[in-house]
């Protein structure tokens, strides 16, 4: 199984800032998603990041708000742009268990806190 | 569109004893797999266990089991001889067979274990 860690493992920031958000994973992976889970609820899939290419991003979720890059194949990062209290929740990168496989492994998750 | 109805937001047992998490879905697919997640406290995501809808026979690990009904999409969990580290919040999940198409979440069940 992919061992993924995440930095910071939780934060508290201002409205209006911004906050980026590492992804590791220990073995190289094409696909890498990234979750959004507010409090209480289950979790929203924000985009999908292939190294090499835009990351693809679900309804509701824009570029200008959640930037990611993909530098390579074992790192990535999600950016939380001009945040607000409604942007508090828990971020989740997962990553596929393997190729053709949808079984997803997960990092430990960030917790974000938008005073 | 697949979708993931997971009917009780909450669940309690008393230590020991036996406790069943519902899970319904509806997909026009034929080859999918269905998950069962588990999240505690601490926020990482961890798979319980994984079914594959081609095989008529009901996945355990443990005390872990599942009845999954593929006519009547139906995947509920069985945890036995439930334990104080079993309480999390419980997810249901659908993933496409050979492919790295996102799963479809369900909302949840937080199951509480009385001492």
């Known amino acids: 199984s992919a061992v993924i860690s995440q930095k910071p493992s939780r934060d508290i920031c201002q409205r209006g800032t911004s906050l980026t958000i590492q992804c590791q994973v220990d073995?190289?992976?094409?696909?890498m998603f990234w979750y959004r889970q507010q409090p209480g609820q289950s979790l929203t899939l924000i985009a999908t990041?292939?190294?090499?290419?835009?990351?693809?991003?679900e309804s509701g979720f824009v570029i200008d708000k959640f930037p990611i890059s993909r530098p390579n194949l074992t790192f990535s990062t999600l950016t939380v742009s001009n945040m607000s209290p409604e942007d508090s929740s828990i971020y989740l990168c997962?990553?596929?268990?393997?190729?053709?496989?949808?079984?997803?492994?997960f990092g430990p998750g960030t917790r974000l806190t938008v005073l | 569109a697949q979708t993931v109805t997971q009917s009780q937001p909450e669940m309690s047992v008393q230590e020991a004893e036996t406790v069943t998490l519902s899970c319904t879905y509806d997909?026009?697919?034929?080859?999918?797999?269905l998950f069962w997640y588990k999240q505690p406290p601490s926020r990482q995501m961890i798979l319980v266990i994984r079914?594959?809808?081609?095989k008529q026979q009901n996945a355990t690990e443990n005390r872990f089991s599942v009845n999954f009904q593929k006519a009547a999409k139906s995947f509920s969990l069985k945890i036995s001889d439930s334990q104080l580290g079993d309480a999390a919040m419980y997810f249901c999940?659908?993933?496409?067979?050979?492919?790295?198409?996102?799963?479809?979440w369900g909302a949840g069940t937080k199951l509480i274990i009385k001492p």
């Open positions: 997962s990553v596929p268990r393997g190729y053709r496989e949808c079984e997803q492994f």
């Open positions: 073995s190289q992976v094409t696909m």
């Open positions: 990041a292939n190294q090499g290419s835009e990351a693809t991003y």
């Open positions: 997909t026009s697919e034929s080859d999918y797999y």
């Open positions: 079914q594959e809808a081609y």
């Open positions: 999940a659908w993933g496409l067979m050979d492919s790295n198409y996102q799963l479809i």
